[in-house]
């Protein structure tokens, strides 16, 4: 059994304009709200927050609503044209109101300026299930973490894109008022580009009932697992499901804790500057991108659930060395920067394996739900994280920070034990063979 490389790429333009379009809300609109609307911190903060919110409930709903959708056009792509033409209508408001505010400040305007992040929240959450269940949809299961591992590549080539062209676009800097619209209008046309490829280039229906086929005809790669969609899950599956879940929660507390108050730990902690913590969360993110294939490919021989409980480790673990540095040393030390390689190649083995994990318990016509439980469970986590881990560093100690995120982390590995469905069968190929893809 080979993996068509060539379609999981196509399917992964999907991923790259999802993740171009985050970098960039991340990215700006903080500094729109508080350097132009001039937004307070804290009400900033709670803007901010709602896509997380918002995602909690349109996550699940549109993956369910598009497991059931029965289009000419597919299952998911109906929810991907449309949700990325309403997206990129809408985030052009976006610079066009800022800019007007700058000219001639309006209550007026701030408050349509709000009113349409949220209608653009709104139709980001209509297809990010959708989109990212295209992928199990028209992917054996025993082949879905390299897949996997190739649309997080996808991703990453989607944030990297946005920061070279933040690089080469705006080198202004210090109080003179920069326009963002040129930036959006890009990032537009890449979520348009990419919505092309997938309507041009991915016949879904063809490659659904492709994929209907093979099930059908391998019905040992659906063993003990999950049922059709209206029938209720054995309890051993349910069960596993819901330690998978809970882990799932537990490794996204753990991580974006850390990485949500890094920048100010680094500072507080060990003298930092900001360019020095910044580059130790990229070098968290290279190490990420360069393990995707290998972590694939070794979660192909071993077990996806044993390669997640790998990284789990080697994740607590990472944390917990930082904090036992921050015990020896308050200075920067280049050190750091091998940790947090470890870090990313951690963060790699869960990332890749988890989301097929999710899928491999269900069969196709409930992918879209099931995508979107994935989701709601690593969305509440985000929400709460910054919240929790930020109160412990204000009112406990800033040391708190890693030995918070190694606890968490840890636990998982431990809930991770009682997950019994999900693996993939393990590939007995060696050497070279390991990596014959097709085209």
Known sequence: MKLNTKRTVLVGFAFLAIC??????????????????????????????????????LLPLFGGLSDRCTHRLG?????????????????MTLPILTDSYHSAPATWKTICFIIGLGLLLFAMGTYRSPAVALM????????????????????????????ILTTFLYKTSGDVYVSYLPLF????????????????LVDEPKLAAEQKRYEEAHPEDNLAQATESGEKLPADVKKSLSFLLVSIALWFIGYNGVTTWFSVYATESWNMTLGQANMCLT?????????????????????????????????SGSFFAAFIYTMLSDQFSPILYGLFVLVGVAWASINVNSLPMVVEMCKGSEVGKFTGLYYTFSMIA??????????????????????????????SFITM????????????????EAFDMED
Request: proline share 4%.
């Open 20 to 57: 171009a379009f985050w970098q960039l809300y991340d990215n700006l609109v903080p500094k729109i709200l508080t350097e132009t609307f001039e937004i307070g911190e804290s009400v900033s903060g709670i803007i901010m927050a709602a896509d997380n919110v918002l995602a909690l409930f």
């Open 75 to 91: 299952r998911r792509r109906p929810f991907i044209l449309f949700g990325t033409l309403a997206a990129v209508v809408l985030m």
């Open 136 to 163: 199990p949809d028209v992917t054996p299961k025993p082949l879905r973490s390299k897949a996997n591992a190739i649309i997080n590549l996808m991703g990453a080539l989607g944030g990297i894109i946005y920061l």
């Open 185 to 200: 209008i890009i990032v537009g046309a890449i979520m348009l580009g990419a919505l092309a490829i997938l309507l041009f």
């Open 283 to 315: 070098i968290a993110t290279a190490g990420a991108i360069v393990s995707y294939i290998p972590v694939g490919i070794v979660a192909s021989k071993v077990g996806r659930r044993k390669t997640i409980r790998f990284g789990t480790l080697l994740l």
């Open 382 to 411: 985000q929400i709460a994280t910054p919240i929790v881990a930020g109160w412990l560093l204000e009112n406990v100690d800033y040391k708190t920070l890693f030995p918070y995120a190694a606890i968490f982390v840890f636990a």
């Open 417 to 432: 034990t009682f997950v019994k469905h999900g693996d993939n069968k393990v590939e007995a190929k060696t050497g070279l």
